[in-house]
Structure formats: structure tokens, C-alpha cells
């Protein structure tokens, strides 16, 4: 099914209200952080669902404008002429295609002057996005999970694969240490004790969180930590403590992944779901996600606490 097919279907008052609470959502983060592409797409699309156009295409001329100061000109390209699409006449768009164009072709030049730098710097950023950028997006093909080992992924396989699979939590401790977020005597002592607690954890029980625990050792608070984070890496982020999480989203993920990882979606739109993390750098998580959802997948880290309450109120602990 297109995007517009899906657009064109009929929805319900009960979903249609879901989707304004998306909106007034998205459009407090995009204000707060006017380059978060992600949420702008979010935004963008939700608006078109019920049929706002007009609101949407604003969002569209946002998008496109960001992507030009970003420079990310082919996605700028694409931007402008959809809205271009839709309105032939407009001088702006047409008068802004044409600079885009430019730069995309300069920017072509240059990098064909440069290719083994260029590609160098491609492969990094794609080994970051999988591995930790909540900015990533990425949509599970049958062709990309028949690469991965074991044909037709289920809970169970998972659940077993993440049985001693690495949790992030050493790649969030560099992380912290690089960026002297936390002292380091302060965080190898979290590390200890959120090792012993999710060794003894029981299979109904949520996870411990690094962040929670160094939170609780080291008295930080956690809205400074959680802010020097997004200041340092430009990861997405979800109030997920203001948002009406519907249980049976959640419930998509088995709780290997939910309760063991402190993965919880929480909003689907169309063809997109939205999950937030208490760890940006659980990348065996993360992965495991993407093996067994057909979506596009958004990431947005949460605070520990709200994506605690989210589980609690799911699996009514």
C-alpha cells in the first residue's frame, strides 16, 4: 500500500485524536530543537493523515529549509519539489530549487574530487547510525533479514540471542567519561551494581538503567545528565512522561525487549514507529528491533523513570 493510499484511508475519532496529541507533541520538540529532522518528518506526516494539508506542507517548507542548512541537499531536493508538487506557482520553491540544485551539484563535484575521503567519512557515519545515533531510520526488509543469521526471527530466537549479548552500557560509560559528564569512580561503581542487579533480575522485572543508578550514586540529576547527552551526541528525544502510551503498542516487542532492554514504542503513524530507549547505545537492542518489526523504525531516547512508568502501567506491575 502507497503512502497516499494510506492516507486516503478512513480513521476513527479515537485515532484521529491519538494523532492530534502526535501533533501537539512534535510540534513542542520541533520548537525546542528546530534541526530535528525526524520529529519535522513525524510532524509533517501526521498533519497530512487528517487531512491538514496546508499545515503539512508548512511543516514540508520547515523540513526543506533545515536540510539546506544541514546541508543534506538531496533530501532538500526531494522537499521542495513535493511542496512543488502541490503548488506549481510558487516563486519561493521554484526560486529555492534552483539554489538547491546548485549546491547539490557543487557538493557532487566536490565529492567526486574527494571520493576515498568522502567514502571513508560515509562508511563512519553509517557504522555510527547503526550503532548508536537515535537519528537513524531504518526499515526492516525480508531481503535485509534473510541476510542476518536464522531465517524468520521470532521472540524466542531473540530473547536467546540477547542472553550475554553486549547491553551498552560500556559504550555509554566511554561516552560519559569522554565528555566528563560523570566521574569516572562514580560510574564504574553504577556499572558494578546495574551488572549484579540485571544478573539477578527476574524475567517479569524490568531492567536496571545505568542512568538511574548513577543518577541514585553520584547525585546528578537526571535532567542534567539526560541534557548533557543530547547536547554532546544530537540524539532525539521524547517527553514519553507527557505522552498517552496505548499498552498494546508496547506490546508489540516481547519483554526480553521491553523489560530486559528499556525498549518501548510508543506511537505508531502510518508506516513509522516510534521507540524510545533508556540506553542511545544498546545496539544489540536496537538491532533486535529491526528484526522483528516491519516499519520504519524512529528512535528517541526517554528518561528511565517515564519509560519505567510506561512498563509499569503495560504489565500493571
Known sequence: MTAAEIQSQPISTEEQEQIRQTIEMFEVITQANPQDTQSLEILKEAYARIGQQTESLAVSRRLADTYMELAQYS????????ILHKEPDNAEIIAA???????????????????NAASIALDFRAVV??????????????????????T??????????????DDGHDTLVRFLTQHRLVPEDVLLQALSIVRRKN????????????????VTRGSVEPEHLICGILDRSKFAYIPLEN??????IVKMLPESLTLGRLIVPFDILSRTMMIAV???????????VQQL????????????ASILQVLAETYRH
Open 152 to 165: 524468520g526471527v521470532d521472540s524466542e530466537t531473540i530473547a536467546a540471542r540477547l542472553e550475554g549479548a
Open 293 to 304: 518489526l516491519d516499519y520504519n523504525i524512529q528512535w528517541h531516547l526517554a528518561s528511565p
Open 278 to 288: 533508556a540506553n542511545p547505545f544498546d545496539a544489540a537492542g536496537k538491532e533486535a
Open 243 to 248: 505522552y498517552d502510551v496505548d499498552r498494546q
Open 75 to 82: 533530501s532538500a531536493l526531494l522537499e521542495y519539489e513535493g
Open 199 to 214: 544478573k539477578d533480575r527476574a524475567s517479569a522485572t524490568p531492567a536496571a538503567s545505568l542512568i538511574d543508578e548513577i
Open 97 to 115: 530549487l534552483g539554489e538547491v540544485e546548485a549546491r547539490l551539484q557543487a557538493s557532487q563535484q566536490q565529492s567526486a574530487a574527494g571520493s
Open 129 to 150: 547510525q547503526d550503532g548508536g545515533n537515535l537519528m537513524a531510520t531504518k526499515k526492516t526488509q525480508a531481503s535485509e533479514r534473510s541476510m542476518l543469521p536464522g
